[in-house]
């Protein structure tokens, strides 16, 4: 690969109409190291029509939203995402679902409420259920719950559900003293 086009080339080549998508690319990231939201808006869309089609590209619009404090966009974008992820039923898509469902939680932890957290988790246990059990993804998955639980104060069902995860695990000292605890 080339080195990056320099900003000055790229906004030149952005004004003429004939940039390429790394030439937009560049003044979209100059503009939001620089907290100009609506001009690095108005790359991104291009970036976005000169990839159209590629999967990846919702990543950075992802990334963008977070960037520019759009939070609650972002949210929903993050829950349709979920919801999407959870009924795909192609190879590809699922060959990465296991990885794709933390980064959605991830980033889920930086816009949403505890409430819209566990709505996030609701959509994505069928990706947890459907992993290989090396993965332990659904003991994950339930662990995480257990933690939801307790920040939206339904301490009942967070000990319910630490207590079975205690008598499913009894070897896993970490969920021994997690239930101890709850």
């Keep these: 690969r080339q080195p990056a086009p320099r900003v000055g080339d790229a906004k030149a080549a952005a004004a003429r109409g004939q940039a390429t998508f790394a030439e937009q690319a560049v003044p979209t990231v100059h503009f939001v190291a620089a907290q100009q939201w609506t001009r690095?808006?108005?790359?991104?869309?291009?970036?976005?029509?000169?990839?159209?089609?590629?999967?990846?590209?919702?990543?950075?619009?992802?990334?963008?939203?977070?960037?520019?404090?759009?939070?609650?966009?972002?949210?929903?974008?993050?829950?349709?995402?979920?919801?999407?992820?959870?009924?795909?039923?192609?190879?590809?898509?699922?060959?990465?679902?296991?990885?794709?469902?933390?980064?959605?939680?991830?980033?889920?932890?930086?816009?949403?409420?505890?409430?819209e957290m566990m709505t996030l988790s609701d959509l994505l246990q069928p990706v947890a259920a459907r992993q290989p059990a090396h993965l332990h993804a659904v003991k994950a998955w339930r662990t995480s719950r257990v933690s939801l639980l307790l920040q939206a104060e339904q301490q009942e069902k967070a000990l319910a559900l630490c207590k079975a995860l205690a008598a499913e695990y009894p070897g896993d000292a970490g969920m021994q003293t997690q239930y101890a605890q709850t």
């Excluded at 000169?50 to 993050?78: C, D, I, Q, T, Y």
């Excluded at 979920?82 to 795909?88: G, I, N, Q, V």
């Design 40 to 115: 690095a808006k108005e790359h991104l869309e291009q970036c976005e029509r000169l990839a159209a089609g590629k999967p990846g590209m919702r990543w950075l619009v992802n990334a963008f939203l977070l960037s520019s404090r759009r939070h609650e966009e972002l949210r929903k974008r993050l829950l349709a995402e979920a919801a999407a992820l959870a009924a795909a039923t192609d190879a590809e898509t699922r060959a990465n679902d296991h990885y794709l469902a933390g980064y959605l939680v991830s980033l889920g932890w930086q816009v949403a409420q505890t409430n």
